[in-house]
């Protein structure tokens, strides 16, 4: 039977060196001195290993094409459109072409594209959120691969690969904390999470935002007042979801949603279920994209054109210098107040009394 193809990670573990060393020494990168004895040692571990570099990225490494390929999760998320606006607005300013692939959130899909883009001889990769259908570990074995292969990548709005590929993203944590301060500060004791699940750093971060302010404000947690397990769930599942919550009993006079698509299905749900936004329930959302805006949904500002130009001005000081340790920039977030919060109801009436 054919061995699997062993892989970069693993020649750096046997010789002792950096990822970064191996590729350096097994691409016969020009201009980086690497003593003698570790070259040989890295040679030597590729040898008993099996190991070759992958042919694509050997091409990558050689010749640049001015291109750079860019993967989204999902093409009809304005999110993610505003983040390859942003990246498209610098590198095209730079004389760079845009490769766009999208994965449809799966991490075989975006393995598949990764290859063809490398097929297209791209200089880098943009990846903007990672895939949450396929263990994490295995996600990121695959990254450290690829940035081990010599393939600059960098990753928007998941720090999950942090310390393996360049990481740009928005403080979610402080974000949510923000937003779950203010309706406590509004009154708010029951205050449920609508929640993103665990698979990706983003909703892990809105998660723990929301638990540390339930905390800070000395709210009780409720394991009731969580549900929700992917920002990817379908309509269905996003109503049986807040549909739960509003069952909790004593019922949530407040949710805080992983984000703005979320909200705007929690308020349609919430509305067919009779109760009036803000009166009986507020909401809020997360990301201020088009669905907050129309639905006057109170949420918080990520900027995802500067994300992306972020990334892409990343990804051009990379190709300048290729053994730069990896980033993790965090961009900062304002919480936006509109009219789909306000002071729950008991409260309001029993002050006027």
């Not at 928005?170 to 009154?187: F, H, K, N, Q």
């Not at 190709?319 to 920039?329: H, R």
């Amino acid at each position: 039977t054919m061995r699997r193809r062993a892989t970069g990670k693993e020649v750096a573990e046997r010789a002792g060196v950096s990822l970064t060393t191996v590729s350096f020494v097994l691409n016969g990168r020009k201009g980086v001195a690497i003593p003698e004895e570790t070259r040989q040692r890295v040679i030597e571990a590729a040898r008993e290993l099996g190991y070759r570099p992958n042919r694509l990225v050997r091409g990558l490494v050689r010749g640049r094409t001015q291109t750079v390929g860019v993967i989204v999760p999902r093409l009809d998320s304005s999110f993610h459109a505003a983040v390859v606006h942003g990246i498209q607005s610098v590198l095209t300013q730079q004389g760079y072409r845009t490769l766009l692939a999208d994965s449809e959130h799966s991490f075989k899909t975006e393995q598949h594209e990764v290859e063809l883009l490398l097929e297209h001889r791209v200089d880098g990769i943009v990846s903007v959120a990672l895939p949450d259908d396929a263990p994490q570990e295995v996600i990121l074995e695959w990254l450290a691969n690829l940035t081990a292969d010599g393939v600059p990548v960098v990753v928007v709005d998941d720090f999950s690969a942090s310390g393996i590929a360049d990481c740009v993203i928005t403080d979610d944590e402080y974000g949510a904390r923000m937003v779950v301060r203010y309706l406590s500060g509004l009154g708010h004791r029951r205050i449920a999470h609508l929640s993103a699940g665990d698979a990706m750093s983003s909703a892990r971060s809105r998660r723990i935002g929301y638990q540390a302010a339930m905390r800070d404000s000395g709210l009780v947690l409720d394991p009731t007042l969580v549900a929700g397990t992917s920002y990817f769930m379908s309509s269905e599942e996003t109503r049986a979801g807040v549909a739960r919550l509003l069952g909790a009993d004593p019922r949530p006079t407040a949710v805080f949603c992983a984000n703005d698509d979320m909200a705007a299905e929690c308020v349609a749900a919430a509305r067919e279920a009779g109760l009036r936004i803000p009166d009986d329930l507020s909401v809020a959302g997360y990301g201020d994209t088009t669905a907050g805006h129309l639905l006057d949904i109170t949420t918080v500002h990520q900027d995802p054109v500067s994300m992306g130009r972020r990334a892409a001005e990343r990804l051009l000081e990379r190709l300048q210098a290729l053994d730069c340790p990896p980033a993790n920039i965090s961009l900062p977030v304002q919480l936006v107040v509109r009219g789909s919060t306000a002071a729950p109801a008991a409260l309001t009436t029993r002050s006027v009394s």
